[in-house]
């Protein structure tokens, strides 16, 4: 099979590569793997270098702290925990709680757990447990019957394509979402829950794969500050170099970093890179018992090597020409069936005339061996790993050309 | 060093056991690590047949189903969602929700998020993501400046010891609280927000190491079938033989099941058991990108062998009763300092005079070459694997005992 979903984007230099094998043979590391320290209580020696060594050499302009966690989910509540305890500290000018806030803590109840919110977006995705969830909205069955907090959730750009046709319809649209934003922070500040921070996806992904303008992302990071809410970009999916850059967020040149960026995915672990002022003032703040994995982390040591190695940005960018130009062709060739062809090195997407052809157009592929997978409601996302070269998106286009004739 | 914490008891037969190693160096097994996949989505062949020779082999009596998750708080969250979406579907009798539903879940709003929750008592630990942080009442740092979810906590028993002395004051206090709990049941769902769920720990672990009697456990679970909440046992810490049984609440004998039943830490995978009502409708709405790792999983089954092969539930019965006595006698040694042993198997803790006292003794022991954790403010948990033997209780007696000479 050809994968150009690689298990919902999450494995970075293909199956099997050589360099991890390796890791897996090297006697020394056997101990790694079959014993699974409780990382925040114990930390093996020599974990710090091997971060400055992996994880922080990859870290996001600006950022110079990173807290690993397991996935994507741990990453985001975690990071939300992390900007609550910010928010809070700001708030009273110092970090040392009142009797109050220490007792009604413990019992869910404010001044101890305040009523702040996380500013999302319709059509985002940031996980699903349920801190996680309160920020998604995506589908409905992924949130039906479950509570949820009563966080603010602003449009996101529904931009029209091809973009360079629409520039100001849709810079008036980006215009129109940002307008909402602060009606939106001003409106939970009146209901007595501050937006604490914001979160956003560079590329909705599972939404979709909806794009904004890097200006429409500048600007809404000038509003978080102007507010007093953090900035938070989750890059689980779109970060690790499928974008051509390592993050995708990097492709806005913003000059104000964000506050936090979170991870996980083709990172193997999961975590977030942070500015210093959200490090809590006191250690076990943000805790659990394995806070990431060691093993995990060897790994991604191990693939950020090799994307180095092996110039696999540069691919990438190589490869997602190819590939885009492709698919610019077949949604030409195929009108009736394919429009909105888009992407960002690798990271490529084009809808499909409804929910059901897509679904057929995917089993169909699937059946003559390339594996694709869904997005939104009407679009294929399109994931392959960075190894993914000139040849395999050859390949996966003629396939793909195949099953759109048989429909 | 002498381990009796085990990484947050998370090792469940100790460091680097020859069976592990083996399944490490076993190269039909390497892909398996190298490669994780979406497991979900795309499971890998046989993985059923996996689960049913692994995990399937120690269902709680009654649960014939099991959800993966990757650690403690994926599994709680996940089986609260569960609970979440079995009650509403009971309330309105079909799985079918109205466009209103499905409208509003996506933004946050009732009736598609409705107000339900999940009771849980105060000393309990359940996780720390949002959801699973609403469930935990123990230390103030732990939740304090995060928003919750206004779910009811009720009191956990506040034994007495020596139990046998104060056995009608303990009935007493037991009463007291699980009167409390059914008048918060009424109450919240008076207030309109509904108990779906109780969850509760056999032992009360980070919470610091209180038990209740099994009579009382009996009662609640009682107490939520009445009422048409789910009744959860959380069995992260306790599960996975430390207690003499592979789970903890087997202790009760209950005639009717608990609904759920969550593991973690020394199964190394996370996820819940459940019976056949708690499995959602539809696909895709208890999910995520891993689900889980069967790696992990591979060295789960492997455990699990080991456990019967060496018997190591027996081991824990008699290793526990060496160290009970052996508490038991320390603490008449040193009634200064100790107080209020207690354990069941190798599931142990001891009170210290305070928690100062209680820093330095586990400091001083760690110098001697013994490892030790603390719980609640108060207390030492012992925590050993399943493959500490008497000798090792011996040894672990002696330091101990030359650290307490030393205070
Ligand atoms: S929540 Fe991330 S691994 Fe469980």
């Known amino acids: 099979m050809l994968d150009v979903y690689t298990q919902i984007a999450s494995i970075p230099i293909g199956y099997n590569h050589p360099a991890l094998m390796k890791i897996m043979m090297n006697p020394h590391n056997l101990s790694s793997f079959v014993n699974r320290p409780a990382l ?7 974990f710090p270098e091997k971060l400055l060594d992996g994880l922080i050499s990859v870290a996001p302009k600006g950022l110079k702290r990173v807290q690993t966690m397991a996935c994507g989910s741990c990453s985001n509540e975690n990071a939300y925990k992390a900007i609550f305890i910010w928010y809070r500290t700001k708030q009273r000018g ?35 447990t349920l801190g996680c969830l309160s920020t998604t909205h995506t589908k409905a069955i992924q949130k039906l019957d479950v509570p949820s907090f009563d966080w603010p959730a602003a449009p996101f750009p529904k931009l029209r394509y091809p973009l360079a046709q629409y520039e100001r319809e849709n810079a008036q649209e980006e215009k129109r979402c940002l307008e909402e934003v602060e009606d ?5 500040e009146k209901k007595g829950k501050p937006v604490a921070g914001i979160v956003i996806e560079p590329i909705q992904a599972e939404g979709g794969d909806n794009y904004a303008s890097f200006d429409f992302f500048r600007k809404l990071r000038a509003i978080a500050k102007k507010h007093g809410s953090a900035f938070l970009v989750d890059e689980v999916q ?11 967020h990097q492709h806005w040149g913003l000059d104000d970093p964000a506050d936090m960026v979170t991870f996980s995915k083709k990172l193997l672990i999961g975590g977030y890179f ?8 006191k250690p076990m703040r943000i805790f659990n018992t394995w806070m990431g994995d060691p093993a995990k982390n060897m790994f991604l040591t191990e693939v950020l090597k090799v994307i180095r190695e092996e110039n696999l940005l540069e691919q990438v960018k190589r490869t997602g020409h190819v590939m885009l130009n492709g698919l610019y062709e077949l949604q030409a060739r195929y009108p009736h069936l394919l429009s ?8 490529c997407a084009i809808d499909v005339k409804d929910e059901d052809t897509r679904n057929k157009l995917i089993l169909k592929a699937r059946n003559k061996g390339v594996v694709l997978g869904g997005c939104g409601n009407q679009s294929i996302r399109f994931r392959p790993a960075l190894v993914f070269k000139e040849h395999h998106a050859q390949l996966f286009l003629n396939i793909f050309n195949d099953a759109l004739a048989d429909m």
């Open 340 to 347: 909105k062809a888009r992407g960002l090195g690798t990271f």
């Open 238 to 248: 779109t970060g690790g170099g499928s974008t051509g850059l390592f993050w995708a």
């Open 184 to 188: 939106l922070i001003v409106k939970w």
């Open 274 to 281: 942070y500015k210093d002022e959200f490090e809590p003032d």
């Open 94 to 128: 110092h970090s040392n709680p009142t009797p109050e806030e220490s007792a009604t803590s413990v019992i869910n109840q404010a001044p101890g757990c305040p009523d702040l919110s996380i500013l999302s977006f319709m059509g985002g995705f940031h996980g699903r």
């Open 40 to 46: 925040g209580m114990l930390p093996p020696r020599m």
